[in-house]
């Protein structure tokens, strides 16, 4: 992919995500070379994302695999920024990561302090520092990405289309939910999944 296709797809990407992330831009490499370097499927592409950061919504925007059509999975406990494309028909994929020992501080000093979230306090607190913090990323990024953008050819674990979960009734809020096992109340009501407390 050339600079300037990487560009245009920062563009589209910034409109989709809200704002203009460094973290697109290498998204956008990232997913090119895993696109480039795994070819043809024979079935479809699907995702994997290891962290919930930028990179999630260039895969989700560059190849259609997204959270709702289960063709993109979050491994956010992993916390890398790597992903992998893969063949559903037959587990064959690429996986891309950043290589941080091809990243130098001295003459990409800016990238080295993204990849190791060493900005300053400045920058972390956000407004004019971070803008220009980001654009500086982006250039020293488009100055190394062939030589830190490690991709690697892989199989997957586990493959194909995910089974459906059956649906229940919680017997306590009755609300339908998706049952993992033979549960008979729903994450929430079990206290195990409760992310808020009626107003």
Known sequence: MTDQEIMDWFEKAAAFHRKRAPGLVIGIA????????????????????????????????MTGCTLGNRYLKSYDKLGRFALTLYDR???RGV?????IDKISA?????????FLRKRS?????GGEARI?????VIKEFMTVREQIIK????????????????AARCKTCRESFL???????????????RYYRPA
């Not at 306090?121 to 607190?125: I, N, S, T």
């Not at 991709?151 to 059956?166: I, T």
């Open 89 to 91: 028909a037959d587990g």
């Open 179 to 193: 049952r993992q096992n033979d549960e008979e109340e729903c994450g929430v009501c079990t206290g195990e999944m």
């Open 106 to 114: 001295q003459e990409t000093p800016e990238l080295y302090k993204f």
């Open 121 to 125: 306090d400045e920058v972390k607190a």
């Open 132 to 136: 220009k913090s980001g654009e500086q």
């Open 151 to 166: 991709l690697e050819d892989v199989y997957l674990e586990k493959f194909g289309k995910g089974v459906m979960l059956p």
């Open 95 to 99: 996986r891309g990561s950043i290589d």
């Open 30 to 61: 990232m997913v090119s070379g895993c696109i480039e370097k795994l070819g043809e499927v024979k079935d479809k592409v699907n995702a994997i994302c290891e962290s919930i950061l930028c990179l999630s919504d260039v895969i989700q925007l």
